[in-house]
């Protein structure tokens, strides 16, 4: 096998995919991160023999994949808002629409210094991504998953993001404190969905960061009630919902904050994506 071209690699590869009825494009983009060459640059190097190691290392990330891995925790990076992230199974791997809600708060605060805290963290996208599009913003990030907090910290690290981090439960940790801003994508998907996601995902990605109890609105429940307690401040929220959760997660808060402004925003695929509460 060490004498492969690229080119035969990947034809292998793809076929092998495509006879488990999995996603062929999967093989371009192993061999594309795996190679560290863009797709101009793979087929420049065609028909060149593959290194032994990289052709032994694409074989078992090809398998790795077809045991149900997703690519990205293969790769152990994620691409989000034009940087790459490290990912692992501790956290989600980011999907787009969650460029659409950093998307919105920037576009919202324009102001140059800002307090901001990112609930429920993960692998850090979010907040770590306004940081470095407003560098004078002074970001926060908590979760209650140690390691998924590992995992932000290297990212902030590597991506030269001054941060701070808090380990605890939605607004506990920062108890008494005052933000600006406060931003979320916390797990929203109902249990009763379980039998409608992919596998890979199920088999994958960490469950406490997918579901949540009472139809997956448990957690936008209990941020309504720390914040209705005074747990911390806050001028605004903004919130990643699932796409049939806008008018539950509006009578939430609602419910809560009759006198609050609240906005439910599609993404570009036409759902709602998004919530902003904001605070008289």
Known sequence: MSNRTYYEALKW???????KRLDESAATYL????????????????????????????VEAIKQYVDGMPPQYIIGTAPFYGESFTVNE??????????????????????????VLDVGTG?????ITLKLQRPNWQVTLSDLSEEALKVAQKNAKQLNASINTVQGDLLTPVAGSRFDV????P??????????????????????????????LVIYERLADQLKQ????????????GFQQGQAVRQIFEQRFPDATITVRQDMAGHDRMVRIQFK
């Open 13 to 19: 590869a793809s076929l092998f995919l495509k006879e």
């Open 31 to 58: 061999l594309q991160e795996l190679s560290h060459l863009d797709q101009t640059h793979l087929l420049i190097k065609y028909r060149q023999p593959m290194p032994a190691t990289l052709d032994n290392r694409y």
């Open 90 to 115: 501790a956290v989600l791997i980011p999907r787009q629409e969650t460029e659409e809600l950093v998307e919105w708060v920037l576009s919202a605060n324009q102001q140059p210094q800002l307090s």
């Open 123 to 127: 692998s850090g996208v979010i907040g």
């Open 182 to 185: 406060i931003v979320s994508n």
């Open 187 to 216: 797990p929203y998907i109902s249990h009763d969905e379980e039998a409608e996601m992919d596998a890979d995902v199920l088999a994958s990605e960490p469950a406490m960061a997918l579901f949540a109890d009472h139809q997956g």
């Open 230 to 241: 005074g747990v911390v401040t806050t001028k605004q929220v903004f919130l990643e919902i």
